[in-house]
């Protein structure tokens, strides 16, 4: 017998979601600048079902995402399934581009006339009545509306019907405080990893302080924290691959973060599960982090997530983390969650 996905309630909303959520970067595809390889499509549909089938019930996605192909497999997939068991629909605005511009850098642009448009083309791709949760994916490079401004008119789309609730991505707690003046933030989304913990020290904790859900991202560290990597691994990545400059993948950080992973896998095993796992489990530790995006393209990589969310770790767990995270030098910020275990 399976045991039920636990889930947590969003900030004040009335959105009670599971502890892990599907992330659909990877299902854009190749075709845009930051695409993570070429996906199938209905690969990508068949993890999706798999993940609501586990108990997952939401999906993260962003119109940046293979410059709206994403959104479009999300809708796709969901509009398959009844109308009684499709995932709650979480996606993003303010990153910009144009067909011309594909392999450019995409522009940050949060205006209220922005907006508006954004959220009905993804609300198209969707083939969505509305979006269960709308996020500004990245603070704007230049306002050239104030940000409170921007932000009432994501406001204004919840008295609309048109979104259930919004949140931000990427802000800082000086953005966030400017925009919680407005209109209550529902889901703030910061990174979070073992290699990089730093919104652990202030961001989060910040959440906590105005009532937000948190929602993490990139918990594997773009799989660092997986088997799946080596030095060899990297050496031979293709020219064009992003991760060959990227500086978790340097050294000395690379050895750095192979070695924490690597001293990961007693923990592990005492749990019967893989590091991956537990690295997830260990950001789903933290006061205040509501939940994991885990981003998985196949139904194999999918149940790394599903395995998480059924961790508890313990303080002798988080104990020996902090000794390796302290040891190998890895990465930055705390190197343990400040309360020990996080009670559901």
Same mark, same amino acid.
């Given at each position: 017998?399976? /045991?039920?996905?636990? #889930? ?24 845009? &600048? ?7 499509? =209905?690969?990508?549909?068949? *993890?999706?079902?798999? %993940? ?20 479009? #497999? ?9 109308? %009684?068991? &499709? ?26 006339? *922005?907006?508006?448009?954004? #959220? ?31 932000? +009432? %008119? ?15 991505? !990427? ?23 073992? /290699?990089?913990? @730093? ?14 859900? $948190? ?32 500086? +978790? ?23 019967? *599960? ?5 690295? /997830? ?7 205040? $982090?509501?939940?994991?995006?885990? @981003?998985?393209? !196949?139904?194999?990589?999918?149940? #790394? ?8 770790? *313990? ?15 890895? @990465? =930055? ?6 309360? @020990?275990?996080?009670?559901?």
């Amino acid at each position: 017998m399976s /045991i039920p996905m636990p #889930v947590r309630r969003l900030g004040s909303t009335d959105l009670e979601i599971s502890v892990v959520g599907l992330g659909a970067w990877a299902i854009g595809g190749a075709d845009w &600048r930051y695409g993570l390889g070429p996906q199938d499509d =209905e690969v990508s549909i068949s *993890t999706i079902h798999a %993940a609501v089938e586990s108990g997952i019930n939401w999906v993260d996605t962003a119109a940046s995402y293979g410059f709206g192909h994403s959104e479009e #497999v999300v809708g796709r997939a969901v509009r398959r399934l009844p109308r %009684a068991d &499709r995932p709650y629909l979480f996606t993003k605005c303010g990153v910009q581009w144009t067909e011309e511009s594909r392999d450019e850098e995409p522009r940050r642009i949060l205006r209220p006339d *922005t907006i508006g448009a954004e #959220v009905r083309r993804s609300l198209a791709r969707l083939q969505a009545e509305r979006i269960d949760l709308y996020q500004v994916h990245w603070p704007p490079t230049e306002e050239e509306v104030p940000l409170e401004e921007s932000w +009432d %008119a994501l406001a204004e789309l919840v008295d609309q019907g048109l979104v259930r609730a919004i949140g931000v991505s !990427n802000f800082s707690s000086d953005q966030m405080t400017r925009c919680q003046g407005v209109r209550q933030i529902d889901s703030m989304q910061p990174p979070l990893s073992l /290699i990089h913990r @730093g919104a652990a020290d202030g961001l989060i904790p910040f959440a906590g302080e105005i009532g937000s859900g $948190v929602i993490i991202y990139s918990p594997l560290q773009t799989g660092l924290l997986t088997d799946r990597w080596s030095l060899d691994r990297v050496e031979s990545l293709p020219a064009g691959d992003r991760r060959r400059w990227h500086e +978790d993948f340097l050294s000395p950080n690379l050895e750095r973060n192979l070695a924490l992973r690597d001293r990961l896998r007693p923990v592990a095993a005492r749990l019967g *599960t893989s590091v991956a796992a537990v690295a /997830i489990a260990w950001t789903l530790a933290w006061p205040n $982090v509501t939940a994991a995006i885990h @981003g998985a393209r !196949n139904t194999s990589q999918l149940e #790394v997530g599903i395995a998480a969310a059924g961790i508890r770790l *313990t303080l002798q767990d988080l104990d020996e983390i902090a000794v390796a995270i302290e040891q190998t030098g890895a @990465g =930055e910020g705390p190197v343990r969650p400040l309360l @020990g275990q996080r009670l559901s």
